[in-house]
């Protein structure tokens, strides 16, 4: 008993202790309806492959309306190209309500545009001249970058 209770107490400071992810989203492009940020930290390409998350965020609504999805983007810089993985929605209280992976191939990413931007900031040590908010939900409540 006294050795579970042990191992519990281990486990939970392993836990406490273990880095957390860390996260510093920009805007980078928007539209009347949707705003497009990139998770700057993940853009520094590993072994030739940039993996990032993009998110869509309606560009209007409360504070309090969570509503956004993400979506795993990976670019290769050697070639220029790039494939979606996992998408994820959250609702309007922030919790995840669907998940999903598309596991493209890899294809040429095209200049410009919301792939080709990615790209750039990844290939190209270029970076979005915005403010960067630690979470999406930071964002929203700064007034979703009006």
Same mark, same amino acid.
Request: aromatic residues 8%.
């Given at each position: 008993m006294?050795?579970?209770?042990? $191992?519990a107490a281990i486990m939970a400071t392993?836990? $406490?202790? &273990?880095?957390?992810a860390a996260e510093s989203w920009a805007t980078f492009?928007? &539209?009347?309806?949707?705003?497009? $940020?990139?998770d700057l930290d993940g853009l520094t390409p590993v072994d030739g492959v940039a993996t990032t998350r993009m998110a869509r965020v309606p560009a209007r609504g409360d504070a309090a309306n969570l509503s956004h999805e993400t979506e795993e983007?990976?670019?290769r810089c050697s070639d220029g190209q790039s494939r979606s993985g996992a998408?994820?929605?959250?609702g309007a209280d922030g919790a995840e309500t669907d998940r999903y992976s598309e596991d493209t191939p890899w294809e040429a990413t095209p200049s410009g545009g919301i792939y080709?931007?990615?790209? &750039?900031?990844?290939?190209e040590e270029m970076r979005p001249q915005t403010t960067a908010f630690p979470t999406i939900q930071a964002f929203i409540a700064g007034g979703r970058g009006q």
């Open positions: 006294i050795r579970t209770i042990g $191992l392993a836990a $406490l202790a &273990s880095p957390v492009s928007r &539209s009347d309806a949707i705003v497009y $940020l990139v983007v990976m670019v998408t994820v929605t959250y080709g931007g990615i790209k &750039s900031f990844a290939c």
